[in-house]
Every structure is written in structure tokens, then in C-alpha cells.
């Protein structure tokens, strides 16, 4: 009688193991990740510099799936395009990396970098964002949502190229960068005079 006490309650505590885990990894794989982005195509109608800083318009990428998930934004490319092609470090997103819990979203900015040096012509480029894979189980490898950017760059020398990023390193980041541009020139300013006004004690001395 004992045993088979025993051997039932070593079935029930099978079967309840066994029926815990199915459930389990049904719920897991029933799980689905998503994503979606409120932005359709950017389109630069004003010519592109060399050595210009731009800001792009903010792009909001949406979890529609149900489960909490890590995404990243990116640059690509598409064979049936047969424009120039940004390099991936012309751009930078803030933030890059971000978690989204499902039915909310995350505003992304964007910024181009133009290089001193670079080809004239017609660019385009998809930026895109998706899940970051991860060791999780129901990790959705592949999914990602992307929209399309096109600008021209325009021909210029060196010198145009460097005095464009001058100009537009302030714009860009007006007021604090003319706030800096007026500190450093404090500085000199405070030098200057402090080792005039220590030059005429030293002659007064003699």
C-alpha cells in the first residue's frame, strides 16, 4: 500500500512537472515581437555641404508586439538602388539603443556628419530600426522596419568644406557653442592682461 502511494504521487508530481512546462514554453513561443516606425521617407531638398553637421527630422519607433524588447536603429542599403551610399559613420542616433515596453514608443534623433572629403552626387540610404538579438527564447531575428533618405552633396573644395563645419558646428549647436566660443575668448583675454600687468611690476621694480 505504501508503494503505491508512493508511485502516485511520483506520477501526479510528473505529470504536474511535464504540464508546467509545456505551458510554459507555449506562452513562450506564442510571444511576438514587433516593430513599427511613424516616419515616411526623408527627403533633403536643400543641397547637401561637405563638411556640414545636419539634424534630421526625428523619427518614432513604436513596440507593437507584447512583450518588452531592446531595439536599435541602423543604416542599409538596397542593390536596386543605384544612388551613392552614405557611410554608416556619417550618422549618429541618441539614443541608439533603447527598450520599449509593448503599445509605447521611443522618439529617435538623427544627425549626419558630412566628411571634409566625399563624391558629389545623388545618395540615398534606408535608416532602419529593429529588435537586438538577444539569448531569450522567442527572439524575432530579422524584423525591422526602415525609411528612405535621399539628399544630393554638392562639389566643394577643402577650404569651403572646413569653414561649413565651423558654421554649421554653431548653428547646430547654438547657444552653448557661442557660449564656449566666448569663454575661450575670456580666457585669452584674462591672459593677455595678466602677463602685461605682471610685465610692468617687473619694470617698475627695477
Sequence with gaps: ?????????????????IGFTFFSFSDT?????GVGMGAGEIRLTEPV?????????????????????TYGMGVAFHQDYHQLRPAKEWFSFSP????????????????MLVPLKGEPGDYFAFIESGPVPTNAPGT?????????????LVPANIFQAIGFRV??????????????LG????????????????????????
Design 1 to 17: 500500500m505504501n508503494t503505491s502511494y508512493f508511485r502516485i504521487q511520483r506520477n501526479l508530481f510528473l505529470f504536474a512537472f
Design 29 to 33: 513561443m506564442s510571444a511576438k515581437i
Design 49 to 69: 555641404k561637405l563638411g556640414g553637421i545636419y539634424e534630421l527630422p526625428n523619427i518614432r519607433i513604436f513596440n507593437t508586439g507584447d512583450e518588452v524588447t
Design 96 to 111: 541608439s539603443t533603447f527598450i520599449i515596453n509593448p503599445g509605447e514608443s521611443q522618439e529617435v534623433k538623427i544627425t
Design 140 to 152: 524575432s531575428v530579422g524584423v525591422a522596419v526602415a525609411t528612405k533618405l535621399f539628399f544630393t
Design 167 to 180: 558654421s554649421s558646428f554653431f548653428e547646430t549647436y547654438s547657444p552653448w557653442s557661442w557660449g564656449g
Design 183 to 206: 569663454l575661450v575668448i575670456l580666457i585669452a583675454l584674462f591672459v593677455i592682461v595678466r602677463k602685461f600687468f605682471s610685465f610692468n611690476i617687473a619694470v617698475r621694480k627695477q
